[in-house]
């Protein structure tokens, strides 16, 4: 595609309840990353994809996180047990080759825990 | 892993003043710097970067210098305008190839 899309761009869910945030990247993007940006804040590293590597989950907050991603295309991004903290925007970002390269963002998944 | 300092975290300049943000890093593996602008409720955009085999380089009223020894760049906006102010973000991409970021400034450039 033109650029990377992820979906939904908001989400509200209450305490407790399971989430799936999905990530399509650009046509080609080998590196695929998750962050997360609180209101006013950084950007939080989560998880990197890379090829057929084992991904890079250092980032990843709890056990109730978890993300895969099928060979080079589409990830999800898994938020079990949500809790309030958990409040944030998801952003996925894609790159050619390693890390090494320029990164293009997605909009970003707004999830909201009540 | 890779440690990127970023200062300040805010800053405020009069428009047409420049403006002038740090990052240190501490893998001295790093090879390429860029640096995102993120406007209010937008995603961030690369605006410009570096790789370690050069010290400058410039894009119009922006630049970036790099210090390998020193293990710093910096991003260095000049003639600011009111559409400058936004949030700015360093990063490195370490020994793992795997981007690491700053933890922002957010530049206001006053009329």
């Known amino acids: 595609g033109a650029g990377v899309s992820q979906s939904p761009s908001n989400k509200v869910t209450e305490k407790g309840k399971d989430v799936e945030l999905r990530c399509d990247p650009i046509s080609g993007h080998t590196a695929l990353y998750w962050y997360r940006q609180r209101l006013g804040q950084g950007l939080e590293f989560l998880i990197y994809f890379q090829g057929n590597s084992a991904p890079d989950k250092s980032g990843l907050p709890s056990d109730r996180f978890s993300a895969e991603r099928t060979g080079e295309s589409v990830s999800t991004l898994t938020i079990q047990r949500t809790q309030q903290e958990d409040s944030a925007v998801y952003l996925c970002a894609s790159s050619f080759s390693s890390g090494a390269n320029v990164l293009t963002f997605g909009a970003g998944s707004r999830l909201t825990v009540l | 892993g890779e440690n990127v300092e970023q200062h300040p975290s805010t800053l405020s300049v009069q428009e047409g003043d420049s403006a002038v943000i740090k990052c240190t890093y501490s893998?001295?593996?790093?090879?390429?710097f860029p640096w995102y602008k993120q406007e209010l409720g937008k995603r961030p955009q690369l605006i410009i970067d570096?790789?370690?085999?050069?010290g400058e380089k410039k894009d119009q009223r922006i630049a970036v210098t790099l210090n390998k020894t020193a293990k710093h760049f910096s991003l260095h906006i000049t003639e600011t305008q009111p559409e400058d102010s936004a949030v700015y973000f360093c990063a490195s991409s370490g020994s793992a190839r795997q981007l690491t970021f700053g933890s922002g400034t957010q530049l206001t450039v006053l009329p």
């Open positions: 570096i790789r370690s085999n050069v």
């Open positions: 893998d001295s593996a790093s090879n390429y």
